[in-house]
């Protein structure tokens, strides 16, 4: 199974970030911070609304979830959950996250 994150809104709708076992940070690179996420959100974060640290998703096996990691701008699910920080919630095939201002749409291949 290929799990990823793509962007849907408008026109960058065809970036996917590919998803890996374990852990993968969603944030800005900062080498000066010593930041590298696996999903690199600074080249298209305009407002620079993601936090360096903003989330992280985590992969076992078949199980897919998403934790905020305190962002200053919030992590929200499916346009109606705030997630608290620390916190860990499960993702499914077509969730919706809004990381600062970039919505990202959950997929998978079976």
């Known amino acids: 199974m290929s799990v990823y994150l793509q962007i849907w809104d408008g026109k960058r709708k065809k970036k996917q970030y590919p998803i890996r076992e374990g852990q993968n940070l969603i944030g800005r690179w ?10 690199d959100l600074d080249a298209i974060d305009e407002d620079a609304r993601v936090s360096r640290k903003h989330a992280t998703i985590e992969m076992s096996g078949d199980e897919l979830s998403i934790i905020d990691m305190g962002s200053l701008n919030g992590t929200i699910l499916n346009g109606a959950v705030q997630l608290e920080e620390g916190k860990v919630y ?21």
């Open 90 to 110: 499960p993702l499914q095939d077509g969730d919706q996250i809004l990381i600062g201002r970039i919505a990202l749409q959950v997929s998978w291949d079976e």
């Open 30 to 39: 900062d080498p000066t911070a010593g930041v590298f996420p696996e999903i």
